[in-house]
């Protein structure tokens, strides 16, 4: 027990300690995984002693948090928001991931002298980005909706292409000509189960009448979870069963949505600062020295020719601009996926598995600080940065069983074009409307001359059957103001 009481001490000591961090890396503008895996050094074999170095146990944690983290991702992302960038993004998943892996593997196995099967394992499993790598540097900078959403398409969906890449690998089985239609089919029969498993996770948690606000956002991450191991059961990509479940789930008409966002992004945190604290734990500082340069040389032609050539590949037929490519090139952040993806071989006692891991540990930290330090600089050097960009929306839902309604509550964000808006000119459909508007922290009923204003919440009470538009009327004046009709914008 007092093992135990011990154990919990340091784990309760090491998440605040995280949890503050997310604060000190916002401000220096890096990602708060360097931080992480700084704890785990520090409470590993060279900081206070202790010792684990079990690679099988790392990578099982590794994968289960790596699920829980493309659930978090597929659940925070609006479908609005990426939809323009969808074609581009899977580009950027499967064309940039392919041609990276053999660019990279190539030059490896010139530069290195690595075989074949290990410089190509190099290749794939540096080509995997990283979105909370990503998302947390460019949280503020202020890049346009395309950008964004091509990058967080990627860093969502190049996960289960990599990995198979790497399973490939690892194996030893040579390539056949079947060999190409079993990762179509992995990817496929992957992305169809997440989204029957999304679809049907959302009819059932609409119609479900659940005695607690707090068991929505479980079922919701547990479905998620369901489609990984439905889908890896069926020997297909289980990870992206994950993301595409998630995608599917939250951009349904969920009970309580936005508290099942907040669980979900908390249930990230919680995986993403286990996870870099456990490789952290993990690495071996007296081995890393002896990476270094392997680690410098693989970095520079991922960075220098590798990631360049796969995103020119992948996005020109887009007609993506070329300062566009630049800052996606540049954006390609690693993370923890490429550290747990290097376990495998470590696993299954490839040759030469040990320094692949530590080159990649290294490589991470090198990429973080360098690209990552400069990829606001970039953005503003290429005129790529938009100021005053409005942040989406909240509107959150919630049943009225014996009404036949539902609840909605919207809070009006700084910049949106609600502001100055008169209820009147909302123009919500029929079995829809504002019963109650919350201002500066007092409520009162609205009438159709009021004003809204931004950091209103209002309180809109809508039939199940004028939910769907009411929500889109709404979202669609928040975008393009009280004419949204007229300038095109559905607000979907």
């Known amino acids: 027990m007092a093992d135990l009481s011990i154990a919990l001490g340091i784990g309760a000591v090491v998440l605040l ?133 091509a990058l967080e398409l990627e860093s969502g969906l190049n996960d289960a292409p990599v990995f198979i890449a790497v399973v490939l690998l690892v194996s030893g089985d040579p390539v056949r000509w079947t060999t190409p239609l079993l990762v179509v089919y992995e990817l496929g029969a992957g992305a169809l189960i997440g989204a029957a498993v999304g679809w049907l996770g959302a009819f059932a948690l609409r119609r479900a009448a659940l005695p607690a606000t707090g068991l929505y956002p479980i079922a919701a991450v547990a479905m998620c979870v369901l489609a990984y191991a439905a889908g890896d059961l069926s020997h297909a990509s289980g990870l992206l069963a994950t993301y595409v479940a998630g995608l599917v789930l939250g951009n349904s ?17 919680l995986a993403q600062i286990g996870l870099f604290v456990l490789l952290g734990l993990f690495a071996s500082p007296a081995r890393l020295l002896s990476a270094l340069v392997p680690a410098l040389v693989a970095g520079a032609v991922l960075v220098l020719l590798a990631r360049p050539l796969s995103v020119l590949l992948a996005a020109t037929p887009f007609r993506v601009k070329w300062r566009e490519q630049v800052f996606l090139s540049w ?83 700084r910049g949106s074009r609600l502001h100055g808006v008169y209820l009147s000119e909302l123009r919500l459909p029929v079995g829809a409307t504002v019963s109650l508007i919350v201002r500066e922290d007092a409520g009162f009923t609205p009438k159709s001359t009021t004003r809204l204003q931004e950091e209103d919440q209002l309180l809109v009470i809508a039939t199940e059957t004028a939910r769907e538009g009411a929500e889109r009327r709404i979202r669609a004046v928040d975008r393009a103001g009280r004419y949204a009709r007229w300038k095109g914008d559905p607000g979907d």
């Open 17 to 149: 300690l995280s949890v503050f961090a997310v604060r000190v890396s916002v401000r220096v503008g890096l990602p708060s995984l360097l931080l992480y895996l700084g704890f785990g050094l520090l409470i590993g074999e060279a900081g206070l002693g202790i010792k684990f170095d079990n690679a099988g146990l790392t990578q099982a944690l590794g994968i289960a948090a790596l699920v829980l983290i493309l659930a978090e991702g597929g659940l925070t992302t609006r479908w609005s928001g990426v939809k323009s960038a969808l074609g581009l993004g899977i580009s950027l998943s499967t064309v940039a991931v392919a041609v990276s892996v053999a660019v990279t593997g190539a030059c490896l196995h010139l530069i290195l002298g690595l075989d074949w099967r290990m410089a190509l394992l190099w290749g794939a499993v540096l080509s995997s980005t990283d979105a909370a790598a990503v998302f947390s540097v460019l949280r503020g900078v202020g890049v346009g909706k395309r950008l964004a959403g």
């Open 253 to 269: 008409r969920l009970p309580h949505r936005s508290d099942t966002l907040s669980f979900a992004e908390g249930l990230g945190w």
């Open 331 to 413: 954006s390609g952040l690693r993370g923890a996926v490429p550290i747990v993806l290097a376990l495998i071989p470590l696993t299954q006692g490839v040759p030469g598995a040990e320094q692949l891991v530590d080159a990649v540990f290294v490589l991470v930290v090198v990429l973080t600080l360098v690209q990552g330090a400069t990829l606001p600089v970039v953005a503003r050097w290429l005129g790529l940065v938009r100021s005053g960009q409005p942040r989406e929306i909240e509107v959150d839902a919630a049943p009225l069983d014996q009404l036949g309604a539902e609840l909605l509550q919207v809070r009006i964000q």
